[in-house]
């Protein structure tokens, strides 16, 4: 089945700097979302981008899906973008298959 | 727009009691999705229905779990003799089935075996 590994497992910024995350994936994916997990709160969907790169706010995403793997870059970071990031392809029967995420913690 | 609802909150059983978690999907929304969220295993695909029919269960420990989707409106995932080993966030997400459709979750029931 399909396997998401994301980079790097946790990251952490001072307020102002960019980030970058990066999700790889073993099958070809149809459809892939970029969700927002805050501490102890729901998951909300950041966007969706299954090729070419996507931009929302501050928030860009490049997905490459010959090579199956795709980016989210965040700029000029702010405490509260801090949380967990996953990354969740499918390949075409909805059944979204997540990452472990990526930890970002943003310090003032 | 109230978004996904899940009820309960929170749910406490003793080991060997059933419980029954509620989703009430997005109006409009055709596809009705269950995860399970634990720290070690992170999020884990349960269930999928589409207009109400399920489509893949292939994530349902298929002994003491089971879902159902009788109407459009609500959803329900029902684990029997609860084991400490089910404790975690049960979570249900809808969407639209089209392109680039986006899953909404809802905030999940945290439910906790003793």
């Known amino acids: 089945g399909q396997q998401v590994q994301q980079s790097p497992a946790s990251l952490v910024l001072q307020e102002g700097e960019n980030a970058e995350l990066q999700c790889n994936f073993s099958?070809?994916?149809?459809?892939l979302q970029w969700f927002y997990q805050s501490p102890g709160g729901s998951l909300v969907s950041l966007l969706s981008?299954?090729?070419g790169t996507k931009h929302t706010g501050r928030l860009t995403s490049t997905t490459v899906t010959k090579e199956r793997r795709s980016s989210l870059h965040i700029s000029s970071s702010q405490t509260t973008d801090s949380g967990t990031y996953l990354c969740a392809p499918h390949t075409g029967n909805y059944k979204y298959v997540f990452g472990a995420g990526t930890r970002l913690k943003v310090i003032a | 727009n109230a978004g996904v609802i899940q009820t309960p909150r929170h749910k406490v059983t003793g080991k060997g009691q059933e419980a029954t978690l509620w989703c009430e999907p997005i109006?409009?929304?055709?596809?009705v999705f269950w995860y399970r969220q634990t720290i070690v295993q992170g999020l884990e695909f349960l269930t999928y229905?589409?207009?109400?029919?399920?489509?893949?269960d292939s994530g349902m420990p298929k002994e003491r779990f089971s879902a159902q989707m009788p109407n459009q409106s609500h959803s329900t995932l029902k684990i029997q003799s609860t084991q400490p080993q089910d404790s975690a966030v049960y979570l249900c997400?809808?969407?639209?089935?089209?392109?680039?459709?986006?899953?909404?979750f809802g905030h999940g029931t945290k439910l906790s075996v003793l």
């Open positions: 981008n299954p090729s």
């Open positions: 099958s070809t994916a149809t459809q």
């Open positions: 109006s409009g929304h055709s596809a």
């Open positions: 997400a809808s969407s639209l089935v089209q392109n680039n459709e986006r899953l909404f």
């Open positions: 229905f589409r207009n109400q029919a399920p489509i893949d």
